[in-house]
């Protein structure tokens, strides 16, 4: 269970987002800082890409163990209609397309699962993905609350799996309980924290929290690593931008964070190469 209020709000100020490309991407945020949380190594990183024919075209989220996610849409500036029970339509802005999770754990290669959209809810489709490609029963509940301002008034999710000697009574239970729990965004602007909505999902079980963690908007984007980019170009391609513009700037697509090389920083890669 999380509360993303903050790393959401950042993205949408770092990403100027529209309301319903914020309500999608603060989804997939929040389902990246809880499956990055169970990442076993500080190395390990999870990657979340949709991409849909909707026009948003698609949103990147990737997350480490800490809870330290970043993430970012293809297309911020989306206004579509509300549904006609008012929520913002998620669905329509991602469209059809795929979900996509990749985990890159130490393996020689990644492990990686890939279904279609189901619903383009996020939730729902993260549920499908948990089923289908981990065979893992799950409940997947995402949600973003915009502000008349535009900014972000609530934001939180929790994802709750069964474990294989889950008793039936437990089983039954959730099977009762689920369909009428109020919505995430409810229970948080009624003041419940994430451990509350936990007691609520699970009254009569004896609850341990084993830890906490604060989840955050973070990039780990450097000039170095803007430098290799540059470095990447070759020695050819890297003279031509020198000659023309006579400067190169690079912007991550992650935090929006720009670095400019002059001439005499082009000329100098120029020269290491």
């Known amino acids: 269970m999380a509360t993303t209020k903050k ?11 529209t309301p319903v490309v914020t309500a999608a991407l603060g989804r997939l945020l929040t389902a ?32 480490d163990n800490k809870a330290r996610v970043k993430g ?31 985990k890159d754990i130490g393996l020689k290669e990644a492990v990686t699962g890939t279904i279609p959209l189901v619903s383009g809810e996020i939730a729902e489709d993260l549920t499908y ?42 089983i039954t239970h959730l099977e009762a309980l689920l369909p009428d729990l109020p919505s995430v965004t409810t229970m948080l602007e009624n003041s419940l924290s994430p451990e509350d909505i936990v007691y ?10 084993h830890n906490k963690i604060e989840p955050t908007f973070y990039c780990n984007c450097s000039r170095e690593k803007m430098t290799k980019a540059l470095i990447a170009l070759g020695k050819k391609e890297l003279q031509t931008i020198k000659k023309e513009d006579q400067k190169a700037t690079l912007n991550c697509q ?20």
Request: hydrophobic share 40%.
């Open 72 to 102: 970012y849409p293809h297309n911020s500036y989306v206004g579509i209609p509300l549904k006609a029970n008012g929520k913002l339509d998620v669905s329509t802005a991602l469209g059809h397309g795929e979900l996509r999770v990749i």
């Open 32 to 63: 990246g800082a809880i499956m990055g949380a169970t990442l076993k190594n500080e190395t390990d990183l999870l990657t979340i890409n949709i991409k849909g024919d909707g026009e948003v075209g698609g949103i990147v989220v990737t997350a």
């Open 7 to 17: 790393l959401v709000e950042e993205a949408r100020r770092i990403h100027n987002t």
């Open 200 to 209: 609520k999902l699970f009254p009569t079980q004896k609850i341990n929290i």
């Open 254 to 273: 992650f935090c929006n964070e720009e670095q400019t090389y002059r001439e005499e920083d082009l000329e100098k890669i120029i020269k290491d190469l």
């Open 129 to 170: 993905y948990f089923a289908k490609s981990e065979q893992t029963p799950s409940s997947v509940a995402l949600g973003v609350l915009v502000d008349r301002d535009f900014s972000v008034k609530q934001a939180g999710g929790f994802i709750i799996q069964l474990m294989p000697n889950a008793e039936e009574e437990l």
